[in-house]
């Protein structure tokens, strides 16, 4: 990696994916470098080339003193981001803030948060500088044998789910990607995926399930506006976990439409739970297989671990608000 030039003059980076969007992070970053000069943000911009990129990108940018961040990208751009914001060793990860303009395929991060798509009205948010400071969890798994980890700032998937995900990219790596290519995928993945015997810990609760899918994270939506963990709050210090046990597939397909606004929770074979350490462990024989905010990754045995108050995330102001309600009425509560 070449020299890096020192910020001395508070310059945001932003890190751009070209290929985010299916290349809409190159065809549009031209307008978008417009709005932020007309928004009067300085910035020097760095473009990824390849996967992982924006992780080494970060982490040596921040070693050179440069402490705001906007991602162009989408999820799995900005999960980059976060993991380099948390490898680099000369600030405290709160002392950074992250941003992101979506040009992504899915942009659940976005999502919960009501940061729109429209280019102008994201910067708009940006220069306002308005933060929210976000909970972030880390996930032990293995790839291959060797054990690894990663940070993520939205959710993991497991099982079907990260199946689902693992075709979705490798269509994007051909080429393919883009929303129509995810839903064939969950039709596709629907018929090849077979349950798995699976032992669950959250914190002291022990939950065996012959499991089809497992999600775990901090924000709500994945899969493109799947409403898969509808309790989650992003700063309760807590993860959410929703474990969906086997279950018939004419059922999944007729319960589709409740993944959207996270009813399929009141099925049966559903169940919703929430803690600061989560385990997950497969037969030996059986691997399930991980994907985190968005990116496919390695295979079990997993576990979770939250980071309260991890991440300074700028966020709209009205949003903001909301959270920092939400957050006071909590407290209020656990107080009587």
């Given at each position: 990696m070449k020299a890096i030039k020192p910020n001395v003059n508070g310059d945001w980076l932003v890190v751009v994916n070209p290929n985010a969007g299916r290349r809409k992070g190159e065809k549009d970053w031209g307008r978008i470098a417009e709005l932020l000069e007309e928004a009067n943000i300085p910035f020097v911009s760095v473009f990824t080339q390849r996967k992982y990129q924006a992780i080494q990108l970060t982490k040596h940018h921040i070693e050179n003193d440069y402490k705001k961040?906007?991602?162009?990208?989408?999820?799995?751009?900005?999960?980059?981001?976060?993991?380099?914001?948390?490898?680099?060793?000369?600030?405290?990860?709160?002392?950074?803030?992250?941003?992101?303009?979506?040009?992504?395929?899915?942009?659940?991060?976005?999502?919960?948060?009501?940061?729109?798509?429209?280019?102008?009205?994201?910067?708009?948010?940006?220069?306002?500088?308005?933060?929210?400071?976000?909970?972030?969890?880390?996930?032990?798994?293995?790839?291959?044998?060797?054990?690894?980890?990663?940070?993520?700032?939205?959710?993991?998937?497991?099982?079907?789910?990260?199946?689902?995900?693992?075709?979705?990219?490798?269509?994007?790596?051909?080429?393919?990607?883009?929303?129509?290519?995810?839903?064939?995928?969950?039709?596709?993945?629907?018929?090849?995926?077979?349950?798995?015997?699976?032992?669950?810990?959250?914190?002291?609760?022990?939950?065996?399930?012959?499991?089809?899918?497992?999600?775990?994270?901090?924000?709500?939506?994945?899969?493109?506006?799947?409403?898969?963990?509808?309790?989650a709050n992003p700063n309760d210090g807590m993860v959410d976990v929703t474990v969906i046990r086997k279950v018939g597939k004419m059922l999944i397909l007729r319960s589709l439409k409740n993944l959207f606004d996270g009813t399929f929770v009141n099925l049966p074979q559903v169940s919703t739970h929430r803690g600061r350490k989560v385990t997950i462990e497969s037969n030996k024989s059986e691997k399930l297989i991980l994907e985190v905010d968005g990116e496919s990754l390695g295979h079990s045995p997993f576990s979770f671990e939250i980071i309260p108050k991890a991440l300074q995330m700028i966020v709209p102001l009205k949003t903001k608000q909301q959270f920092e309600q939400a957050q006071q009425h909590q407290q209020k509560q656990a107080s009587r």
């Amino acid at each position: 990696m070449k020299a890096i030039k020192p910020n001395v003059n508070g310059d945001w980076l932003v890190v751009v994916n070209p290929n985010a969007g299916r290349r809409k992070g190159e065809k549009d970053w031209g307008r978008i470098a417009e709005l932020l000069e007309e928004a009067n943000i300085p910035f020097v911009s760095v473009f990824t080339q390849r996967k992982y990129q924006a992780i080494q990108l970060t982490k040596h940018h921040i070693e050179n003193d440069y402490k705001k961040i906007i991602v162009v990208g989408g999820d799995g751009t900005l999960n980059e981001v976060i993991n380099g914001v948390y490898q680099q060793q000369k600030y405290d990860p709160t002392d950074i803030r992250v941003g992101i303009i979506p040009v992504g395929t899915g942009n659940d991060w976005c999502r919960m948060y009501g940061i729109n798509l429209d280019y102008q009205e994201a910067i708009d948010h940006l220069a306002q500088e308005n933060t929210f400071v976000q909970d972030a969890a880390l996930v032990h798994f293995y790839d291959g044998e060797m054990p690894s980890s990663r940070y993520l700032i939205n959710m993991a998937g497991i099982g079907y789910d990260a199946m689902v995900a693992q075709r979705t990219n490798k269509r994007k790596e051909q080429g393919k990607g883009g929303p129509l290519s995810y839903f064939y995928n969950i039709f596709y993945s629907l018929f090849k995926w077979e349950e798995i015997n699976t032992v669950i810990k959250v914190d002291n609760e022990k939950i065996p399930a012959n499991i089809f899918s497992i999600n775990v994270g901090i924000n709500r939506f994945n899969g493109n506006g799947l409403k898969q963990l509808p309790f989650a709050n992003p700063n309760d210090g807590m993860v959410d976990v929703t474990v969906i046990r086997k279950v018939g597939k004419m059922l999944i397909l007729r319960s589709l439409k409740n993944l959207f606004d996270g009813t399929f929770v009141n099925l049966p074979q559903v169940s919703t739970h929430r803690g600061r350490k989560v385990t997950i462990e497969s037969n030996k024989s059986e691997k399930l297989i991980l994907e985190v905010d968005g990116e496919s990754l390695g295979h079990s045995p997993f576990s979770f671990e939250i980071i309260p108050k991890a991440l300074q995330m700028i966020v709209p102001l009205k949003t903001k608000q909301q959270f920092e309600q939400a957050q006071q009425h909590q407290q209020k509560q656990a107080s009587r």
